[in-house]
């Protein structure tokens, strides 16, 4: 990381270090450090935060190494201990409080990412009208869920639905396009576009 980022000291890269290489995230936390009084503040103001929003796990939290390289941007009159460091870091840990805003936060996350699958996952369509008698949808569906929608389309085709584009009733048109299949349907009513 000296390489990367000569005009840092060692001292905040080797913390950065133990963040996985983020040294914008050492640096909003070396200020913290710096502002910290004892080995509580420590564990409270800075270790804290870093575990709850998963920075750091429960092994790197009272990993010596890591401690080391909190306590050397610390501005304490008297070198702190790692073990005196480990022992807050280890009650604050144990705390109920804090075991529940890192679940909140992970609940969180995953919710998030959940959505964002979701949302990838979902079909973009395309409505194209071909006359004032029916329309022309074309859907676009990731390869692994073409046959889930085709088979949803086959089963409003037999219900007299839709019609499908195509040479033969029994076979929906569809185009492979890179990731993504295509296919193409026509209603067998006009569809009203105007929303109530």
């Known amino acids: 990381m000296q390489i990367r980022y000569p005009?840092?000291?060692?001292?905040?890269l080797l913390f950065a270090c133990y963040l996985h290489d983020k040294l914008e995230l050492a640096l909003q936390?070396?200020?913290?450090?710096?502002?910290?009084?004892?080995?509580r503040d420590i564990a409270q103001i800075v270790v804290r935060p870093l575990y709850v929003n998963e920075e750091i796990d429960d092994v790197r939290a009272k990993n010596g190494g890591f401690i080391n390289s909190m306590l050397?941007?610390?501005?304490?009159s008297k070198q702190g201990k790692v073990t005196s460091v480990r022992y807050h870091i280890a009650k604050m840990l144990d705390e109920n409080e804090v075991k529940l805003e890192r679940n909140i936060h992970i609940q969180s996350r995953l919710k998030l990412s959940q959505k964002k699958e979701q949302k990838e996952n979902v079909p973009m369509v395309h409505t194209e009208?071909?006359?004032s008698s029916s329309n022309e949808i074309v859907i676009v569906v990731p390869k692994?869920?073409?046959?889930?929608?085709?088979?949803?389309?086959?089963?409003?085709?037999?219900?007299g639905l839709i019609t499908v584009k195509g040479s033969t009733p029994n076979k929906l048109q569809?185009?492979?396009v890179g990731k993504t299949t295509k296919i193409t349907?026509?209603?067998?009513?006009?569809i009203?576009?105007?929303c109530p």
Do not use: H
């Not at 050397?72 to 304490?76: D, G, Y």
């Not at 692994?144 to 219900?159: C, P, Y």
């Open 7 to 12: 005009d840092e000291n060692e001292d905040t």
């Open 29 to 39: 936390y070396k200020d913290k450090l710096e502002a910290c009084s004892n080995n």
């Open 72 to 76: 050397a941007l610390t501005s304490f």
């Open 129 to 131: 009208f071909s006359s």
């Open 144 to 159: 692994e869920k073409t046959n889930a929608v085709r088979q949803v389309l086959q089963g409003m085709q037999t219900a």
């Open 174 to 176: 569809r185009t492979i």
């Open 185 to 190: 349907i026509t209603g067998t009513k006009e």
């Open 192 to 194: 009203s576009t105007n």
